[in-house]
């Protein structure tokens, strides 16, 4: 079992590094938030769906199972929209950290909507992440239109995984993600249309724009996700949840060696990302601390 767990952590930690470079390729993609969101999701279409017809999974769905999957598919392209306008109105570091935050209304949502008791940690937890912002706000306020957008960006995150996490219950993993792709494919593609971009999706890419979508949609997206669903079913849930949670580190260590000095911040900045980043490990070590006393 040894073997497997090993080689399923290391797994784990690549796909999370994998996920680290979505922020990066936003920032090199030309193209604005709403248009970039559409290609990556339509490629993420297509590659599900040929994984789909491969292994001959069955994602069928009854009529409220879609209007379900559809609310869930349209929060999540406003979340990708919002996290790559956030990191073209500020810079990466500042997207990563804010987005962050994410786990904080998830401890809000999270029994609401499963009808639990709120834990009070996890909102002691959140008026930390509270501090940590106030920080970033007061030295940082160049940045105040892209730590809003990754703020929203964030809720939306928070949001969409919730009603995933009572979703994967009675649904593959593979299902929700394919009909989710689909809708938030349709969703862009109306909103394209009624904005006026839809003709800059029609006029086509250029050749370094469809490369870096191509990595987007397919690695960081199609793969990634298909691949983090085989690796939980080996790995702990709390193992997971730690590895995710480096994320935002791994993408700020990537950033600050693609672009050096520009994606440097104050002091304080870092002072308040340190702050942020430490509820999510303080929290991983607390539910694991409760999971060993349930478990006696």
């Known amino acids: 079992m040894k073997g497997p767990y090993v080689a399923n952590l290391l797994l784990l ?24 969101v559409w290609w990556r999701v339509v490629i993420a ?9 491969i292994r001959k999974i069955r994602v069928m769905a ?38 962050s935050t994410s786990a904080f209304f998830v401890s809000i949502l999270g029994p609401l909507v499963r009808r639990e008791r709120i834990q009070w940690y996890e909102m002691g937890l959140g008026l930390i992440v509270i501090a940590g912002l106030a920080l970033i706000f ?47 494919a349709i969703g862009l593609s109306v909103f394209l249309l009624f904005n006026g971009e839809w003709r800059i999706v029609a006029q086509g890419l250029n050749a370094n724009d469809l490369a870096m979508l191509l990595v987007l949609g397919i690695l960081c997206t199609g793969v990634a996700f298909i691949v983090s ?16 949670n480096l994320e935002p580190v791994y993408t700020i260590l990537i950033a600050l060696w693609l672009y050096g ?5 104050s002091v304080p900045f870092y002072a308040g990302a ?23």
């Open 13 to 36: 930690h690549v796909i999370v590094l994998v996920w680290g470079l979505t922020g990066i390729l936003g920032n090199e993609i030309s193209l604005s938030a709403v248009t970039l």
């Open 45 to 53: 279409v297509v590659t599900i769906l040929l994984f789909v017809l």
């Open 274 to 296: 340190a702050v942020i980043l430490s509820t999510l490990f303080i929290d991983a070590a607390l539910k694991r601390r409760s999971m060993k006393k349930a478990n006696g």
């Open 62 to 99: 009854t009529t409220r199972e879609l209007a379900r999957f559809a609310a869930v598919g349209f929060l999540t392209a406003a979340h990708w929209v919002f996290f790559f306008a956030a990191i073209k109105f500020s810079k990466i570091s500042v997207a990563l950290v804010v987005l």
């Open 138 to 184: 007061n030295f940082e306020s160049q940045y105040v239109l892209g730590i809003v957008l990754a703020l929203i960006a964030a809720f939306l995150a928070s949001l969409f995984s919730t009603l995933n996490s009572r979703l994967v219950i009675r649904h593959d993993p593979v299902q929700i993600a394919f009909w989710e792709m689909l809708f938030a």
């Open 261 to 265: 000095e520009s994606e440097y911040m």
């Open 229 to 244: 669903i085989r690796v939980m079913r080996v790995l702990t849930p709390f193992t997971c949840a730690l590895a995710i």
